[in-house]
């Protein structure tokens, strides 16, 4: 028999255990020494699988030279969804938005915006006074307003020029059925803090059950400008100058009124800044809503010009998410294409 060598550890637990054990043995007179050696064998066995667990447990717990740390376990955080959770690339890249409005029908379920925090905007004045004009639709002139409206839904202080929203825009007549399908009368204002819109909107069947970037899906509102019409006169492609807000109703009920920043897509996020509000009528719905300059990035100057197109989605389907079409006050208008917009003229403060 391999006789097995006892370091100070094992002998403590023998002196501890083992030999109770054995004096135990003796007080009831166990003649046999076979248990001695089994008890012995016993204590020495389980005394070397200790030390061993003991001694690896104090050189998992040393850092090694070489030795890499160990990767902590980290629970997903939870998130709205158990989808998300489990995704298959949980990542938070938000999903590219759709352009809205679209040039070809959308349909889908109403999806989640993202929840995205307002950016301030540096202002500036890149604008310029020179009389540069769009040649699509005439231009619209901001009043500029001495007693700020009411933002409430009630246009009737409203009493600037009104304007016509109420022309398709390409590819997006194929549902329109004419002016009690969706159309528009708007006024527009401005003063040194805000640009302020009223909208009295006609539509046959009011729909909204999206919000955030999706509200086009729905009965919504859209104000394009180009804050730098001579910068880039020529360019077909929206810049960092070129703005595309959109104002919903909400739905008058779970929905609030609300805005949206799609462009630049840099600064993509709710408005929590802007100010809107709606009211439901016996066609359609009469919306106001009013636009730090921030927002923009904009310190007004009377006489300038902007590129302008104020337009409106339509969707009549009851409780579904979709696109069916847009009107605007200008025909041409494209939404990544500022050349197809129109002008917008800051008018002459009293
Ligand atoms: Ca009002
Ligand atoms: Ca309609
Ligand atoms: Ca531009
Ligand atoms: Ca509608």
Known sequence: ????????????????????????????????NELTRRLEAIMASRARILFLLLTASALGACSLPGAAAPTPFTFPTPNLTHTAIFAATPTDTPLAPTLPPLDATSTG????????????????????????????????????????????????????????????????????????????????????????????RTDDQFVQVSYGRYMYRGDDVELQLDLDLDGDFATTLVSSDDYQLG????????LSPEAYRWYP??????????????????????????????????????????????SLSDNDQPGVSTWESMVSNVSTRRTADPTTWGTLILGAAD
């Open 265 to 310: 897509r840099s600064l993509e996020s709710y408005l929590t800044s802007v100010t809107v509000d709606a009211v439901q009528t016996a066609d359609g719905y009469d919306l106001e809503a009013r636009i730090p300059w921030a927002v923009l990035g904009i310190t007004p100057v009377e006489g300038t010009h902007y590129g302008f197109a104020l």
């Open 109 to 200: 379920t109403p999806l989640l915006a993202t929840v995205d925090v307002e950016t301030p905007v540096a202002t500036s004045t890149p604008g310029t006074v020179d009389g540069t004009v769009r040649p699509n639709g005439s231009p619209v002139t901001a009043a500029y307003l001495t007693a700020p409206p009411t933002i409430d839904g009630d246009l009737s202080e409203w009493t600037s020029t009104a304007y016509q929203a109420a022309q398709t825009v390409p590819y997006a007549g194929d549902n329109w059925t004419g002016a009690s399908d969706v159309s528009a009368t708007f006024y527009i204002g401005w003063d040194t803090q805000y640009l302020y819109i009223g909208v009295s």
């Open 1 to 32: 028999m391999t006789a097995v060598k006892r370091g100070p550890f094992i002998r403590q637990i023998e002196k501890k255990v083992l030999q109770p054990l054995i004096v135990l043995k003796s007080y009831f007179k166990v003649q046999s």
């Open 247 to 254: 104002f919903s109703p909400g739905n008058f009920g779970s």
